[in-house]
């Protein structure tokens, strides 16, 4: 195929032991070590009151890291396109309707309800951003992070606009978590944009203070393997944490190639390459 390319301008980062993207680059790049911790998910501060009360913990980790994202790279919220890549919805609440159809009292609550649907993240968000740019939401298992790129790129490509890929992923309690074993909610998302005016060897075209260039082709390589233990537990035992060897090289700001996983028979190849082209 021939690559899909894109400028990644800005991150946006939760996971256990991972507090935002600002606080996780120094942890990734080796600089500072890994604590391991359970991952916190702030409230929705852009939500109002009653909409945050209603949210569950998916829609708080998929607005908390896009704000991150958006936040860094200067650009406004409302105007960003949208991609929205999750492998499950809110397994909290997915639990808590399944005991309530379990139980005599089979009354569903409305907000149990609406906060099933797969677009509720993206519905949250153009409530707090006030959005009206199209959003797309996609669901592909294990390979959801690949699937979200893929299609962020392509839209990137084809409208030549800016698009916000929020990726997420959140713990099941038993006795679901027996068959879907994520112990843990991790979410990503990265601000990308086209590639304007540059070469295939050149970073980012004329904007030095994107973080990198990537250049995406299917590939049947396979997927990266982390060298720090914690890291490659975290990739596989959370299917938005695949993203982990693209964001390991970002945090490093070193040119790179990683394999992500995707398809069972094929992988996501990208090819990394930042402003200052360093080695290290």
Known sequence: MIPLSAVIESVGLIGPGLASWVEAQAVLAGRAPYEAARTVVPAPASLPSAERRRTGTSVKLALAVGHEAVAASGRDAASLATVFSASGGDGQNCHAICETLASDDRKLSPTRFHNSVHNAPAGYWSIATRAMAPSNVLCAYDGSFAAGLLESLCQ?????????????????????????????????????????????????????????????????????????????????????????????ALAKQRPASVVLDYLQDVQLQLDITVPNGSSE
Do not use: K, W
């Not at 084809?158 to 679901?176: H, K, N, Q, R």
């Not at 005016?197 to 997927?223: E, F, H, K, Q």
């Open 156 to 248: 990137v490509a084809v409208d030549g606009v800016p698009t916000l890929l929020i990726v997420f992923d959140t713990e099941y309690p038993a006795p679901m978590r027996d068959v879907r074993p994520v112990p843990d909610a991790f979410g990503v998302a990265l601000l990308l944009s086209p590639v304007q005016g540059a070469d295939v060897g050149t970073a980012a075209g004329t904007d030095t203070s994107a973080l990198a260039r990537i250049d995406a082709r299917l590939t049947d390589t396979p997927a990266s393997v982390l060298a720090v233990p914690e890291f490659e537990q975290m990739r596989r035992s959370n299917p938005a944490a695949r993203a982990l060897p693209l964001l390991e």
